[in-house]
């Protein structure tokens, strides 16, 4: 519109309008009969943070595919800073200045850092003077942006805080004036993330234009000026970030009112039921990966256990569901040890009462080309109500998955339809349903709500909480630390695979944060690489 | 001292298919399609070349038979395992099939000799090179030897395997393409989303892999031997494939390792007839089954843990 005014105004000369520097008009998207994207319109003013929100599988990440010339729009317009334009790939896409740095990092992990920024942008035949030139413009980049990285570390070695600054880096070096950040703060620690924000601030100060796409309400109302909402694969709302609020925003994504806080009562914590003593567990390369780790859970209560993703927390629920092999340690369950140092037997575990809800669904808890059903009962398939003589009891199988999607509330309602076809958040909810219907007495849970929808994790919320009260003893593990905090008794944070401390879930969040990045109380020891 | 000199030139000759067929796969691993049918190219291309010299009389025209034939291979392999993006190792094995069927079918009916092509003579193949100042030098104690014996008197083809080896690892470690090539075996998303294209990238290396296996049948059968035989590879192209994983994907190991079974090879045909002290004669078959149950030993965990091209057979689909 402030085109057409200024071709109005014409003769007069009037002031040169300022274009937003992304405009998307009427952008559409169907895969076969889905319609990832409905009729888009976006406007991202130049020189600001914008934020979109939505749930998993709302279109976000279709759009800004879209957008960076990985797929191809079915209908509507891209303008960049004013111009229409057709992006058809992602040389396209670089080449008008648009830089993206994906959830999963676009890195060759035995390469270089400067051999992964200089890749695709080589500049030439032969690599040597590439390198040289790299090298110099790198260290102007780090300079101006305070983002040191080596340039001659291999990828692999560096944290994952760090090979985000690889990815931010690879698109400042191809001249990126818009940047996209899919989920940037999923892999980070709580003062990685703070640091990510102030690089993206100091990048918005430049003048860069910043695309942060998020499921989470507290990034977007830190960081962002104008937060557009995305619902099903349209955008439901455009709000300043100031004059909006959490609870409207959330609204806005799942379309009702949801309930962000977890709503619980004191635990009444009764009788030991899971006690670890000692435990040390080294993984396939033999380093040891939980050390000497001690506590207790007991009925009635919830343990979370916090930390970085890569601490030992994996590995210590291994251990104890018995499909990872302790070097040293016992665990109590009932007040009777299980081998956890002698070869595992997860199903012997669950017929003891421990049931367990492994961190990745997709490797651990499902078998994704099953159809529901199957999946509803595996690991369970041995019980006679399963069984008809030597053979499954299709039927019972079925009415009991059946009876399980209701109570769970699993979408879209058919036993019948691969697993592999449900989101994300209903995934989990099948792993859930398997578990806690089943009663047991001792509950793992590993990162219950990893790539859940927001109405999704309050069901899963109160579920969790609901077993507690009914009197089980839940270990929680999550890298969510707001999801530790709000459900979990009492806090334990786990760095270098040790338990360095126990908090109470009032304990604040830097407190925890500063535990998590291995920094002892009140010594300021550092013990790890703390951004 | 003769003696030496004897089995290390032979090994060289030996060594060569080898290097040839191994540094072909190192292009095609490299950018992530799994080549398990070196052996098959390599024999099109021999019986290519064979039958070529063998008509016009011309090793060249030969070699250009060899290369047209693997190539042909190569395209069906990389159509197969790039655009449709179908089994890696199902295409590599019909491709060792279609060779080891055809070359006999089309040998017989052409040449009526028994799947075999007409011996070559003279200026129908490749004949050795001497090199300059091999005479004079011959009769210089140790370097004579070596020079004339060893480094002088090969093929023209012997010399292009071995040049491949520095010229390999340039274009892998010190060009554009070479890390294109390296980053597209790792993590072909990483490459896509910098704007090259997978497809034409890995197309590259796989034309590279069957115009290299091309030579490969070439030196067979009209510089090694002076005529193609049916299933004259007899394994070749998989004992260049364990070489290469034996390198873990590296030019210079394959060197290393292309010369260590061409050694074994040699060593196992001076080996016949000759009774060893303390053991007495070896059997032949024996000796002759040493490289192949070197190759056993060796990938079953001599060389520690071979991490192959990361998304190597893996066909590349965008997602997400």
């Known amino acids: 519109m402030a085109e057409k005014a200024a071709e109005e105004a014409g003769t007069g000369k009037a002031p040169k309008p300022v274009h937003p520097a992304i405009e998307l008009r009427g952008i559409s998207k169907s895969f076969g009969p889905v319609k990832a994207n409905r009729n888009i319109d976006l406007r991202v003013e130049r020189g600001t943070i914008h934020g979109i929100i939505g749930e998993n599988g709302a279109g976000k990440s279709t759009l800004m595919s879209i957008l960076y010339g990985f797929y191809h729009a079915d209908s509507g317009d891209i303008l960049i800073g004013g111009k229409p334009v057709r992006i058809t790939g992602s040389q396209e896409a670089i080449a008008l200045g648009i830089g993206m740095v994906h959830q999963h990092f676009m890195l060759v992990h035995n390469f270089s850092v400067l051999e992964n920024i200089i890749l695709g942008a080589e500049g030439g035949n032969v690599l040597n003077s590439a390198r040289t030139r790299a090298r110099s413009e790198l260290e102007r980049l780090e300079r101006e942006y305070d983002m040191h990285v080596d340039p001659d570390a291999i990828i692999e070695e560096l944290p994952v805080g760090l090979q985000q600054r690889v990815e931010i880096l690879k698109a400042l070096y191809r001249g990126a004036e818009i940047l996209i950040l899919d989920e940037p703060t999923g892999v980070l620690t709580p003062a990685e993330a703070d640091h990510l924000f102030r690089i993206l601030e100091q990048l918005r100060e430049q003048g860069k234009t910043i695309i942060l796409i998020t499921h989470k309400l507290r990034e977007i109302m830190a960081i962002t000026d104008n937060v557009s909402v995305m619902r099903r694969g349209e955008i439901v709302a455009t709000r300043k970030t100031a004059e909006t609020n959490v609870e409207q925003l959330a609204e806005l994504m799942v379309g009702r009112r949801v309930l962000l806080r977890v709503d619980k009562g004191k635990a009444s914590p009764g009788e030991t039921k899971l006690s670890v003593q000692g435990l040390t567990v080294a993984d396939s390369r033999r380093v040891t990966m939980v050390d000497a780790v001690t506590f207790d859970v007991r009925a009635g209560e919830i343990v979370g256990i916090a930390g970085v993703a890569g601490n030992g927390q994996s590995e210590l629920l291994e251990a104890i569901a018995g499909i990872r092999r302790a070097k040293q340690g016992k665990v109590l369950l009932d007040g009777r040890p299980i081998g956890v140092t002698g070869p595992g037997d997860p199903a012997a575990m669950r017929d003891r009462g421990l049931a367990h809800v492994p961190e990745d669904r997709h490797h651990m808890g499902l078998v994704l080309p099953f159809e529901e059903n199957e999946n509803s009962i595996l690991g369970y398939h041995t019980k006679q109500q399963y069984l008809n003589g030597p053979l499954l009891d299709i039927d019972a199988i079925r009415n009991d998955a059946k009876a399980k999607i209701e109570q769970y509330d699993i979408r879209p309602p058919d036993c019948r339809l691969k697993t592999a076809n449900f989101s994300g958040g209903n995934q989990q ?60 008794d009492r806090i334990l944070v786990m760095f270098a695979g040790r338990i360095v401390g126990e908090r109470t879930p009032e304990a604040s969040e830097g407190e925890l944060g500063l535990l998590m990045a291995g920094i002892q109380d009140g010594e300021g020891r550092t013990g ?3 951004a | 001292m003769d003696l030496v000199i004897q089995v290390l030139d032979s090994t060289v000759r030996l060594s060569t298919p080898l290097l040839l067929a191994a540094l072909a796969g190192l292009y095609s691993e490299r950018s992530g399609v799994f080549d398990i049918g070196l052996e098959g190219k390599m024999l099109a291309g021999a019986f290519a070349a064979g039958a070529a010299a063998a008509v016009w009389g011309s090793p060249w025209i030969g070699l250009l038979a060899a290369l047209a034939a693997s190539l042909a291979m190569a395209v069906i392999h ?5 655009t449709v993006r179908g089994n890696q190792i199902v295409s590599g094995v019909a491709i060792n099939f279609v060779a080891a069927g055809l070359t006999a079918l089309l040998g017989q009916s052409w040449f009526g000799m028994g799947g075999r092509t007409p011996p070559l003579s003279g200026g129908q193949r490749f004949n050795p090179i001497t090199l300059p100042g091999a005479e004079a030098l011959k009769d210089v104690p140790l370097i004579g030897p070596i020079y004339e014996g060893l480094i002088s008197g090969h093929n023209i083809l012997v010399y292009f395997a ?16 070479g890390l294109r090539l390296r980053a597209v075996g790792e993590n072909p998303a ?14 590259r290396a796989v034309i590279i892999c069957g115009l290299l296996c091309g030579v490969a049948g070439a030196y067979l059968s009209t510089a090694f031997n002076a005529q193609f035989g049916q299933n004259m590879t007899a394994g070749k ?19 290393g390792a292309c010369l260590l079974f061409g050694f074994l090879e040699a060593a196992g045909i001076r080996l016949q007839g000759v009774a060893l002290p303390m053991i007495g004669q070896v059997p032949v078959q024996l000796v002759q089954a040493l490289p192949y149950i070197l190759t056993v030993v060796l990938l079953a965990g001599f060389i520690g843990k071979a991490i192959p091209p990361k998304a190597g057979g893996v066909p590349y689909t965008k997602e997400r």
């Open chain 2, 190 to 203: 990483a490459v896509d989303t910098a704007g090259i294209s997978v497809t034409f990238l890995r197309y």
């Open chain 2, 162 to 177: 071995f040049l491949m080896v520095p010229v390999t690892w340039w274009v892998v470690f010190r060009t554009r393409f």
């Open chain 1, 429 to 488: 909810k099948i792993v859930l349903a398997r578990e806690m219907e089943r009663d047991p007495s001792v509950l793992l849970i590993g990162q219950p709500t990893r790539g859940v929808d927001v109405g999704a994790i309050e069901f899963i919320h109160k579920r969790i909480i609901e077993m507690r009260d009914a009197g089980k003893a839940i270990l929680l593990v999550s890298v969510e630390l707001d999801e530790i905090r709000s459900l979990a």
């Open chain 1, 528 to 530: 790890g690489r703390a």
């Open chain 2, 78 to 82: 990389a159509f197969a395992s790039i």
């Open chain 2, 237 to 255: 192209g998989f004992i260049a494939l364990a070489a290469l994983i034996f390198a873990k994907w590296k030019p210079l190991n394959v060197l």
